[in-house]
């Protein structure tokens, strides 16, 4: 469990008592109600990281609305959206295992996040992950009931594959993009889970081959 939880819960669970203890048990029961909510929405459940070569797992629970090609940066990238609603699993997990390369932090609305708009106007934090010659950006997009997102990581780090990031308090999306190269594994409509479904197989590196004065040489193209 996220101990976000328990900065909601604990402060509910006394006000229920203390209105129940003024005036009846089931004035507070409201309160109690609320609180035993927020312990189940800031669940953090283990989850199975695949193990498969070049697999890219699913940076958060929900259902895909939208697989896409996009332009970023004069580069054509595929673009796989998951929004999250106010029932699933908010907690965010790394795509991929690499280095944090780069994160950078914007604000914006809070427009609803199933709109195509919101991937560009809303608040939201956009992470790079580069590992085993392949870079991924995933963005971290607030809703319309979202108001805070958590990033627990900065540029530099080590991330495993699945490993916890952060998270995004209530509805929310996240988006994944990836080299258009990429196998696609899902389509739009499936539920999916962070850190345990496959979104897409990434090709491996190319090797480049060089000569050296002392022979010869392989390593990954960059």
Request: aromatic fraction near 8%; proline fraction near 4%; glycine fraction near 10%.
């Given at each position: 469990?996220?101990?976000?939880?328990?900065?909601?819960?604990?402060?509910?669970?006394?006000?229920?008592?203390?209105?129940?203890?003024?005036?009846?048990?089931?004035?507070?029961?409201?309160?109690?109600?609320?609180?035993?909510?927020?312990?189940?929405?800031?669940?953090?459940?283990?989850?199975?990281?695949?193990?498969?070569?070049?697999?890219?797992?699913?940076?958060?629970?929900?259902?895909?609305?939208?697989?896409?090609?996009?332009?970023?940066?004069?580069?054509?990238?595929?673009?796989?959206?998951?929004?999250?609603?106010?029932?699933?699993?908010?907690?965010?997990?790394?795509?991929?295992?690499?280095?944090?390369?780069?994160?950078?932090?914007?604000?914006?609305?809070?427009?609803?996040?199933?709109?195509?708009?919101?991937?560009?106007?809303?608040?939201?934090?956009?992470v790079t992950v580069e590992g085993d010659g392949q870079t991924v950006v995933f963005k971290q997009i607030a809703g319309l009931l979202a108001r805070r997102i958590v990033f627990n990581k900065q540029a530099g780090d080590r991330v495993e594959?699945?490993?916890?990031?952060?998270?995004?308090?209530?509805?929310?999306?996240?988006?994944?993009?990836?080299?258009?190269?990429?196998?696609?594994?899902?389509?739009?409509?499936?539920?999916?889970?962070?850190?345990?479904?496959?979104?897409?197989?990434?090709?491996?590196?190319?090797?480049?081959?060089?000569?050296?004065?002392?022979?010869?040489?392989?390593?990954?193209?960059?």
């Amino acid at each position: 469990m996220v101990r976000d939880a328990y900065y909601y819960a604990i402060p509910l669970v006394a006000a229920g008592a203390l209105v129940g203890w003024l005036t009846a048990p089931w004035w507070g029961l409201p309160a109690l109600l609320l609180a035993v909510f927020f312990l189940w929405f800031f669940r953090d459940p283990e989850r199975v990281v695949p193990g498969e070569a070049g697999a890219l797992v699913s940076p958060a629970d929900g259902k895909v609305t939208d697989v896409s090609p996009v332009m970023v940066d004069g580069v054509e990238r595929v673009r796989i959206s998951i929004f999250l609603n106010v029932f699933n699993v908010h907690v965010n997990r790394s795509p991929i295992a690499g280095t944090i390369r780069d994160v950078q932090y914007h604000k914006g609305k809070f427009v609803n996040a199933m709109s195509a708009a919101s991937a560009e106007q809303n608040e939201q934090n956009v992470v790079t992950v580069e590992g085993d010659g392949q870079t991924v950006v995933f963005k971290q997009i607030a809703g319309l009931l979202a108001r805070r997102i958590v990033f627990n990581k900065q540029a530099g780090d080590r991330v495993e594959q699945g490993e916890r990031v952060g998270l995004i308090k209530f509805g929310s999306r996240v988006d994944v993009l990836l080299d258009r190269s990429a196998n696609l594994r899902v389509k739009v409509g499936d539920h999916v889970q962070g850190g345990a479904s496959v979104l897409a197989f990434l090709q491996a590196a190319p090797q480049v081959v060089s000569a050296g004065s002392s022979g010869m040489k392989i390593q990954g193209a960059r």
